[in-house]
């Protein structure tokens, strides 16, 4: 059949454009853009944040964050065995505490047997070759939901900064691995760092917060802690604000100064800028938070089937390497691992 259109056979187009670069040619075929891939993602470079929860309720889920739960001591202790076999290095833990514990200088922080204390025993008994990581701040048990002690309307930070050397001590004393503190009091880096060495503990290892913004994207980690309803106030007096850069530049040398291992720049995803210059300014390892509000957002559309979510996780967490995050603190970490473990 005639068409009314001929195209033009193809030998007659060939010379239509006479290109010295043809930057396709790499992404012709899968072996070949393999080839030349740039970064790579693999479970080393996760750490799985955790919620525990007291008593024998086993899981209760968190509405915000559709696929993460908060878990009994005995569910956190299975899945950090889970961690384990995935290979993923490290787990984060982050208590529910009941509210009736919660007051207005957080005291239970520095119970030795509060809830994260005791998961952090259990886990190290059954699990001693997964890292770790515990939380140093005061919101999940001050009844307030700050980060620090509250007088009047201020966050007090030389009082806050003595009590979370005490907690910090007390979770190494437990067993943790990696001291986390996500409170950002100042000086507080120093402090941890020194009563740790005081008490022994001079191999436990500091990843600051060191850059960590006052940021929407959190909502849903307050929901699954449960201070959402109770915070009074923001924390734009302690945390970040979302327009500087060169903030977090002297945030971090002080972290690093005051004696971190690793910092952290919080959240991921809308601040790569800031991993980026960090990573390249500083060439320490540096890792990035996928906060619960990035997790909700891509959980949440892909739900609605508005993006493919597993494409859209895997591609936002390649962002962090490329960004030059050494690794990634993400709830979707065991199911990245599950999907890496089946693609070799
Ligand atoms: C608080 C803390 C927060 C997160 C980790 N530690 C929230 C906050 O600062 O209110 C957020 C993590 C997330 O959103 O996934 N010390």
């Not at 601040?271 to 990573?279: E, F, G, S, T």
Request: negative net charge.
């Amino acid at each position: 059949k005639l068409s009314p259109f001929p195209r033009p056979a193809a030998s007659e187009v060939a010379s239509s454009l006479n290109l010295s670069h043809r930057p396709r040619r790499n992404r012709k075929a899968e072996w070949s853009r393999r080839l030349v891939r740039e970064n790579v993602l693999t479970t080393n470079d996760l750490i799985w944040p955790l919620f525990v929860v007291e008593g024998a309720s086993g899981r209760q889920p968190v509405n915000s964050m559709p696929g993460v739960e908060r878990l009994s001591i005995a569910e956190v202790v299975k899945e950090a065995e889970r961690a384990a076999v995935l290979n993923i290095p490290a787990i984060a833990l982050f208590p529910y505490t009941d509210p009736s514990l919660r007051d207005p200088t957080g005291s239970e922080s520095l119970n030795p047997h509060n809830l994260v204390n005791r998961a952090v025993r259990e886990i190290k008994r059954a699990v001693p070759e997964i890292g770790v990581i515990t939380d140093i701040a005061l919101d999940p048990y001050t009844s307030h939901g700050h980060d620090g002690v509250m007088e009047g309307d201020r966050i007090l930070n030389d009082e806050t900064v003595a009590l979370l050397a005490k907690q910090a001590v007390l979770q190494a004393e437990a067993g943790s691995d990696v001291i986390a503190p996500s409170d950002m009091m100042d000086g507080r880096v120093a402090a941890i760092r020194e009563a740790l060495d005081a008490a022994g503990f001079s191999d436990v290892q500091i990843m600051a917060y060191a850059a960590k913004y006052a940021s929407a994207f959190y909502g849903p980690f307050r929901d699954a802690i449960g201070t959402s309803a109770t915070l009074v106030g923001d924390k734009r007096t302690y945390q970040m604000d979302p327009a500087n850069t060169n903030e977090a530049m002297r945030e971090v040398a002080l972290d690093l100064e005051e004696g971190a291992d690793m910092i952290m720049v919080k959240p991921g995803m809308p601040y790569l800028d800031i991993v980026q210059r960090v990573k390249e300014a500083f060439a320490v390892p540096t890792f990035a938070y996928q906060v619960s509000g990035e997790y909700a957002m891509i959980q949440a559309a892909a739900q609605n089937g508005w993006i493919d979510g597993e494409r859209a996780m895997m591609e936002s967490l390649l962002a962090f390497k490329r960004a030059g995050a050494d690794g990634i603190l993400t709830y979707f970490a065991p199911r990245v691992a599950e999907k890496l473990k089946a693609q070799f």
